[in-house]
């Protein structure tokens, strides 16, 4: 019956068959399964400081973290910010909240003071764990929660270091009993489709099944050879998940870097013989296209999995040029909300400008933007998908998640694309709110309430500007107050102060006299979009 009924929905199956998602297991017990195997070999290494750990110390040193937590009185439930850029501590740090019962929510260490602790109030964060350089953030936004249970990786006077805590005797890891299906095991922020950024609410079983769902049919190309260059940001989902997480489950060897850097990454694939490498689309031009790239060896990098943002044909044909060793321009696409993957491209017969199939034991549909119905092959729509990788929800808004899921369990992506007889999807366009800045997420809702917090500004709408490095920078169209002179420098110095950089207004301000809305009171964003290219044209 249910099959009959999708057939006439035109939904889409995945073409693999389904894979058997373990059902009994906490995120952390998937994740380490192989772990005795894997034993004393180096599981990941800063390339700068070189410090590393093994797959054991890994796995004793997040015990050791669980049980020093439990003595200080964190719970099962307890949130626990990591507040922390790509270091070897991050896995054992995040493993170790979760061994203790407690949930991570990550934030981007680019935070302002005030960005964190927006995140850390909406999570209800108990603990934060961050970095010397960020201390003083990470203090005064717990204390606007009347909270200063802060720890750093390293040394500061005054606060309680993590090496501390790894001296812990390991005697304390409570006895746990997870709900895999319904307890949360990491809040990261998405705005999704609209509005400020949420949390997000991935249960252990949400990250299970995308864990089990990636390896499937070699999407994930990962094994024990696999030199891993571990850059994105560990606190995003996908550094997160597809990077440190399924890295380490693969018993890969990451090599982590805390700050992208053109010259320091190139070296690195050079001299630890990086064989894959995940990427957003700006390091995929400076692969294309960097005179630099000539003076390496990157005869070991045989693959590149792009994601987070659109990546074009041309720029893979020209990559797999340039480096004929480099046999796969693989893409991945996802969202936070999928926890986060749900196409991929496969290991074979994969199409350049394509984000890959449809993950086994999932659903998808694209349909018609104004009618809602769904479409067969070869017509543009929005893309939703259906499955065990669907999030439990935002954080304390059920409203939000009422629009984003409906009540038959179809979330809606807000992607704009289609998919060809083959079933090879491609996404054309994005009818959501968010912009992307170089794959960081950039929601306009939260500029506008800045620039309207403005003394001289009536009214605010922020768009994102193509841009061929970034993909979009963001841009702001304001009203000013009658008699106001506010300058455009005034209105960018103004976002720069109080924003994270890379949400600064970089595609520029254009003064309008009124911002187009809807009845409802909704911006038009096209509008605002065309005018942009009249604009352009002039
Ligand atoms: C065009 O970006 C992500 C997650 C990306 C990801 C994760 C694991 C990719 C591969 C992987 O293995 O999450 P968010 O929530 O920050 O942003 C989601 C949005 C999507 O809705 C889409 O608009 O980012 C955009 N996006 C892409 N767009 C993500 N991947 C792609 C892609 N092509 N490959």
């Not at 010397?132 to 390293?154: C, F, I, S, T, Y």
């Not at 349909?367 to 729509?381: Q, V, Y």
């Not at 289609?418 to 800045?437: A, G, P, S």
């Not at 500007?465 to 107050?481: I, N, Q, S, W, Y």
Request: charged letters at 25%; a negative charge; one cysteine or more.
């Amino acid at each position: 019956k249910e099959e009959d009924k999708e057939d006439e929905e035109k939904v889409l199956k995945s073409k693999y068959a389904d894979v058997e998602i373990p059902e009994n297991l906490s995120w952390t017990e998937f994740v380490f399964q192989h772990f005795d195997e894997y034993g004393d070999r180096m599981a990941i290494e800063d390339c700068v400081t070189k410090r590393s750990y093994s797959f054991r110390e890994i796995k004793v040193l997040s015990r050791k973290c669980a049980s020093g937590l439990s003595k200080k009185g964190f719970q099962k439930g307890d949130v626990f910010a990591l507040f922390l850029p790509n270091l070897p501590e991050f896995p054992i740090a995040f493993f170790g909240v979760l061994q203790a019962g407690g949930v991570v929510t990550s934030a981007n260490p680019l935070f302002t003071t005030e960005e964190l602790a927006k995140q850390l109030k909406q999570a209800d964060a108990k603990w934060i764990l961050t970095v010397p350089q960020l201390v003083h953030r990470a203090k005064e936004a717990m204390q606007e929660l009347g909270r200063d249970n802060v720890l750093v990786v390293g040394e500061v006077d005054g606060y309680e270091s993590m090496s501390e805590l790894l001296k812990d005797d390991g005697s304390s890891v409570p006895e746990l009993s997870i709900n895999p299906k319904e307890d949360t095991a990491v809040i990261p922020f998405s705005s999704g489709t609209t509005g400020h950024p949420k949390g997000v609410m991935l249960t252990h079983y949400n990250l299970i099944a995308c864990g089990s769902m990636m390896r499937a049919q070699g999407f994930l190309s990962f094994d024990e050879t696999t030199v891993l260059l571990a850059f994105l940001p560990f606190f995003h989902s996908f550094g997160m998940v597809a990077n440190m997480s399924m890295g380490l489950h693969t018993g890969s060897f990451l090599v982590s870097m805390l700050r992208f850097d053109k010259e320091k990454f190139l070296q690195v694939l050079e001299k630890y013989e990086v064989t894959h490498s995940s990427v957003v689309p700006p390091v995929v031009l400076l692969l294309a296209k960097h005179p630099a790239v000539d003076n390496y060896d990157l005869s070991n990098l045989t693959e590149i999995t792009n994601g987070a943002a659109p990546l074009g044909e041309e720029i893979s044909k020209e990559v797999m040029k340039r480096l004929p060793l480099l046999s796969r321009v693989r893409q991945g696409y996802g969202m936070t909300e999928l926890s986060p993957v749900c196409h991929m491209t496969p290991f074979e017969n994969n199409k350049l400008g394509s984000v890959g199939m449809l993950l086994p034991n999932l659903r998808c549909k694209v349909i018609d933007l104004e009618t809602g119905e769904a479409l067969g092959p070869g017509h543009d729509g929005e893309i939703c998908v259906k499955g065990p990788t669907v999030m439990k929800g935002y954080l304390n808004n059920p409203e939000a998640t009422a629009q984003t899921i409906d009540s038959d369990g179809w979330l809606r992506t807000g992607d704009v694309g289609h998919y060809d007889e083959d079933e090879h999807f491609f996404i054309v366009d994005r009818v959501k709110e968010l912009i992307k800045y170089k794959g960081y997420q950039v929601p306009p809702a939260e500029l506008e309430a800045l620039l309207v917090s403005h003394p001289d500004i009536q009214d605010a709408a922020v768009v994102g500007v193509p841009d061929v490095e970034a993909g979009e920078l963001p841009m702001a169209f304001v009203v000013r107050k009658p008699n106001a002179a506010l300058t455009e420098r005034d209105v960018k110095t103004f976002v720069d102060e109080n924003v994270a950089p890379y949400k600064k207004l970089r595609g520029g301000v254009e003064f309008i006299d009124e911002i187009p809305r809807s009845l409802s009171g909704k911006i038009l964003r096209r509008e605002l979009k065309d005018r942009l290219k009249d604009l352009a044209k002039t």
